[in-house]
């Protein structure tokens, strides 16, 4: 049924602008057709998603980040509704997480994250902080349709289905200096290490990474409303 929808008259309108909303976020694009068969396409979104959880009886923020801005050349063969894309897309694609482990008056406050008990020697809490990330330059490769909009050359829908390839996360951590953790073999408190938060954090949110750490790919799915002029 699509092959019978118009297609756009390229000869008089080559500039378009869009909003567009999917699984990049919100955001606008703005293209030009250097011919009936290509066009350049310049494409931002912004995404994010706040969550407080509870770990093991720290308080604990999530935050999700994807801002993004790509630029793509798609390729319109016969002409038709139909595009092939491929670009670069520059991204911010990050998983924050922080958690707060307090001290009640004087005495010293105790949590377990991930297997491992963490105090806090002085002052009234202590940090826990985290950041998993992926590549900023991410090639694009997908597909998409276009159309006309209640049969107008001026307006117009589309949709984008497509991937990114964002290469292998990284996870990097950090805290107060004023948190200690459990030596299981001492069973004596020691200044917390790097990788011994790591390996916390990691079991703590273990659903996470076990979907993170192999993903590789962002699927991209964008639908849009916009304008030619």
Known sequence: MFCCLPALADTQQP?????????????????YKLNPSVRLRLRGAVLGYTSNENWSGTRAELKLCG??????????????????????????????????????????????????????????HADIHGKYSWNHAQPYIGIGYQSALFGSNTFYYSADLGINFMGSGELTVGSSSNLRYRDPATRQFKPVTDSVL????????????????????????????????
Do not use: H, W
């Open 15 to 31: 500039f378009s602008f869009d909003v567009n909303a999917g699984t990049q976020g919100a955001g606008i694009s703005i293209g």
């Open 67 to 124: 801002n993004n801005v790509g630029l793509l050349v798609d390729m319109f063969p016969g002409q038709g509704n139909f595009y092939i894309s491929a670009g670069l897309n520059f991204s911010e694609n990050k998983m924050r997480c922080r958690s707060r482990i307090y001290r009640v008056s004087d005495m010293a406050a105790s949590a377990t994250l991930g297997g491992t008990e963490y105090t806090v020697t002085e002052g009234t």
């Open 198 to 229: 790591e390996t916390s954090i990691r079991k703590e949110g273990r659903d996470f990474f076990k979907i993170a750490d192999d993903l590789c790919v962002y699927p991209v799915l964008q639908f849009a409303i916009g304008a030619r002029f």
